[in-house]
Structures are given as structure tokens and as C-alpha cells.
């Protein structure tokens, strides 16, 4: 979690380690609770990895060493010890904590972008098991038990992330790893999202064998967490943020009645207060999250803040998916190279730069076209042919450019997407396609083949096929 280490090296080579400042990249907040009288501080902090971070679509699954793509671990701090504290002798100096983790799903695979709205997923089961027991050999190393949480879908797309999951979970003879799929999208349809406490009740034995850890000023450490719940989803972070959320809400009622502040009856919905803090920082949490790995805010934080799902929330969630879409298509290639220079995936050497542009003419006769064709448009929205919109003379101005705009569209889908999309340029990414060049002139989609036919003559596909042949031959 030194997440400035790379940029370190320098001064620690050097020995000037008094000037190190390591630097966290990831979520802190503090905010004073107060339960039945007795008033504590309750603390939120997310660590984010340095290995094997980037963007959304181009840092994904488990490098060679195990480590895996938007790894974070997230602390919950409960500090009876702080000044502004509460002075009941039942609780003075008391301090718990609970962590969890999250990260991908550790095998080898990829969502890489085609300009459409969802990426063609590559899952490549060779190599996946050799990181998937490098992953869970560290995850154990570090924190004990685990149990894996796999929330992806059991049907259509993600299905085959889901079954490579289970397949590789299944392989482990490890006795202290644990793995559970539970179905979010399915179990939680159609609002349904009380149903998240299926989950909590089926993970309730595991996290009760884990613990979590507890001291007390002047008496030391009293007990320790032995275990820790690995949460997962396709990106690990909308899902995994409300699931994550529920568990820690579960665990700090369980914290609060191990020191007598909570009743064996009462909830922490007894508590709307307390209710509504808990709710907004674990919702900031995830916006920070979400925006360092996706660029946007995180999807389902209504229910997250208030504790029921609403449809203004789902608006908001169309909202940042289609800007997740341009950003995963056409922008998040640069943020890649920003965070591979940041964390020394790349190292910078002398020689060519890497960032030249490297546009065909085609490409460019293309945008240049598309720039042409929304100045038009703009034009005819606010000087319409005629003086009016729905003039026939304005409608036909518009469908005849809107013509143009699609046809370019097309063009790109067909021949010129790997190009025109944005992909990382400094550390090598085996999933980008080759890109086609060609001096020859653009073929247009149907305008092209209508005017090949037109020119021809009914002998033309002949005399094309005989050619054919003899160049073959």
C-alpha cells in the first residue's frame, strides 16, 4: 500500500529515508458516533494497492506473482480510546477494527474494448491456475483465512468469469479458503435488495469464526482477526461496495454488544442517526474508489446512502455507465499511462516517444468528417432552412447530414475501430488488436458496394472472378 514507492526509490537508495513521506492512495474518514450515551469515533480507511493498478478495462485479473487488479483493503475502526471519547468506564480505551479486501477475480482474463457498448470478454484458463493459488497463497499469508465472495452473474455474460471462479476455487485443497457465489443481479432483482441479508446470514458462521480485532488502553491486545472476506464482482466495485457495506454493518453491531453499548435486542436501525452516517461515508467511500479505477462515481449508492433503492438512483447510474463507456473507449488509454508512470510498470528510457500520433490518413479524413458534419447540424439547429425546424427543407438538411454522420459511424465499425480507440502505449497490452493500414481508398458501407454494382455491367463479376483465379493460380 506504498503507494508512492516507485517515486521513492531515489531517496531510499540514497539513504535519505528521513525524507520519505509514504503516501496512501485511497479513502479516510473520521466521523463522531454517539449509541445509547456512549460516544466513540468511527473510522473509515481504504488502502488501495500498487500492483497491478490502472483502469477499468486495462487492469484486470492476476499478474504471474498473484497480485490482482483494483486490490484495496478496507478498514472499520471503532476508537473508544480517542479524547473526544466517550468516559463510561465499560468502554474507556476501547478500540476494534474490521478488515476486508476486495480485488479481481484472480485468473487470467480481459474485457477489451470494441467501441461498443460491452467489451468482448477473453478468459484464458492456461495460465489461470498458477495465479489463482499465487493469489490465495498470499491472501493467506497475510490475513489467515479467507472467504471468497464471487458476485458475478450465473447466467449470460459474465457466466463463464463466474464458472472459471468456481472451477479454479474448487481445485484448492486449501482447508482455510472458503468460496461462495451468490447471484447479486439475480437475487436482488426487481429492487429487491433486503434480500442482501441472505448473503450476510450464509457468510455469519465464517465471520464469527474470523473475529475481528480488539485492545484496550493499558490491557493490550484482547483479540484478533483471523480471517478475512475477499469480495468480488466484474469491476469490484458497485456490488462489491454494498455487499461490503452490509458486512460491516453486521460486524459493528456485533462490536457494539460485546461492550454492552448495544442491547442482544437492539439494531443499529434502532438509530437513524447513526443509521444515515454509516450509510454516507461507506457512499463517499465508494465514489472514491469507483472514480480512481472506472473515472466516475460509484452505480447503486442510493441504496447505499438510504438504505433502499430508488429510481432516480437508477437514472443516476445510466448516467455514469454511459460516461463509464466513453471513458473506457476513448480516454482511459492516457490514465493507464499516467498510473504505469506513477508506479514503475514503466520505466521511462531514451528513445522514441511513445505518444506520437500514429493516425492514418484515413482516420483523420474520417474525423475530419465527423467535425464537418456536427458543425452542420449545430448550424441547422440554430438557422434552420426555411425559418423553421420541422420545415421539409430543414428535415432533409438534417437526415441528409445525419446520413453522412452514420455512414462514417459504420465505416469506423468496420474497419478502423482498433484505431480510433484509446489503448495504453507504455506498458505492453497483449489485447490490443493489429490495426489495418491501407493506402487504398475508403470503402463506404452500402454507398461503396452500390456504386461498384452501378459501374460495373452484369459480365463485371466474371471477368472479377477470372481475375481472382489467375492471380490465385
Not at 432533409?396 to 447530414?401: P, Q, S
Request: aromatic share 12%.
Amino acid at each position: 500500500f506504498f503507494y508512492n514507492k516507485y517515486l521513492s526509490e531515489p531517496l531510499i537508495a540514497a539513504g535519505a529515508v528521513a525524507f520519505v513521506l509514504p503516501v496512501m492512495h485511497g479513502f479516510f474518514e473520521c466521523r463522531q458516533a454517539l449509541v445509547n450515551g456512549a460516544a466513540f469515533n468511527y473510522v473509515l480507511v481504504t488502502r488501495r494497492g500498487r500492483k497491478r493498478q490502472g483502469t477499468r478495462y486495462f487492469a484486470r485479473g492476476a499478474d504471474a506473482d498473484g497480485n490482482v487488479a483494483n486490490f484495496a483493503e478496507t478498514e472499520q475502526i471503532v476508537d473508544f480510546a480517542a479524547p473526544s471519547a466517550s468516559a463510561d468506564a465499560r468502554v474507556a480505551g476501547v478500540q476494534m477494527a474490521y478488515v476486508q479486501v476486495r480485488g479481481s477475480i484472480p485468473a487470467e482474463w480481459a474485457q477489451v474494448i470494441n467501441m461498443r457498448y460491452v467489451p468482448t470478454l477473453r478468459v484464458d484458463g492456461g495460465a489461470s491456475a498458477k495465479r489463482f493459488g499465487a493469489h490465495v497463497d498470499r491472501l493467506i499469508a497475510d490475513y489467515g483465512e479467507v472467504a471468497a465472495v464471487n458476485l458475478v452473474n450465473k447466467t449470460g455474460y459474465e457466466r463463464p468469469m463466474g464458472d472459471a471462479f468456481a472451477r479454479l476455487s474448487g481445485q484448492s485443497a486449501d482447508p482455510r479458503y472458503h468460496y461462495t457465489h451468490f447471484d447479486f443481479h439475480r437475487e436482488c432483482s426487481r429492487m429487491r435488495w433486503h434480500r442482501i441479508s441472505i448473503l450476510v446470514g450464509e457468510l455469519a458462521p465464517l465471520s464469527d469464526k474470523f473475529k475481528y480485532f480488539r485492545a484496550r488502553a493499558g490491557a493490550g491486545m484482547q483479540q484478533q482477526q483471523h480471517g478475512v472476506v475477499r469480495t468480488n464482482c466484474m469491476d469490484c466495485l458497485d456490488r462489491t461496495n454494498v455487499v461490503q457495506s452490509e458486512l460491516a454493518r453486521s460486524v459493528l453491531e456485533q462490536q457494539l454488544r460485546a461492550v454492552g453499548v448495544l442491547g442482544a435486542t437492539e439494531a443499529l436501525a434502532g438509530f437513524p442517526a447513526l443509521r444515515a452516517m454509516l450509510n454516507n461515508v461507506w457512499a463517499d467511500n465508494a465514489d472514491a474508489v469507483s472514480c480512481a479505477y472506472s473515472g466516475t462515481g460509484a452505480l447503486k449508492t442510493d441504496f447505499t446512502r438510504t438504505g433502499r433503492r430508488s429510481y432516480w438512483g437508477a437514472l443516476q447510474d445510466a448516467r455514469n455507465s454511459i460516461e463509464r463507456y466513453v471513458r473506457g473507449n476513448f480516454l482511459d488509454g492516457e490514465r493507464q499511462d499516467a498510473t504505469d508512470l506513477l508506479l514503475g510498470a514503466h520505466r521511462v528510457r531514451p528513445g522514441a516517444a511513445p505518444f506520437a500520433d500514429r493516425l492514418s490518413s484515413e482516420a483523420r479524413a474520417l474525423i475530419g468528417t465527423v467535425y464537418v458534419c456536427f458543425f452542420m447540424l449545430v448550424y441547422a439547429f440554430f438557422y434552420p432552412r426555411g425559418g423553421r425546424w420541422f420545415g421539409a427543407a430543414n428535415v432533409a438538411f438534417v437526415a441528409c447530414w445525419s446520413a453522412v454522420v452514420a455512414l462514417v459511424f459504420a465505416t469506423v465499425m468496420r474497419s478502423h475501430t482498433a484505431e480510433m480507440l484509446s489503448w495504453p502505449r507504455l506498458a505492453a497490452y497483449p489485447y490490443r488488436p493489429p490495426i489495418a493500414r491501407t493506402s487504398a481508398s475508403l470503402e463506404i458501407p452500402l454507398v461503396g458496394s452500390w456504386l461498384a454494382g452501378a459501374g460495373s455491367g452484369p459480365a463485371a463479376p466474371a471477368a472479377s472472378s477470372r481475375a481472382t483465379g489467375k492471380k490465385l493460380a
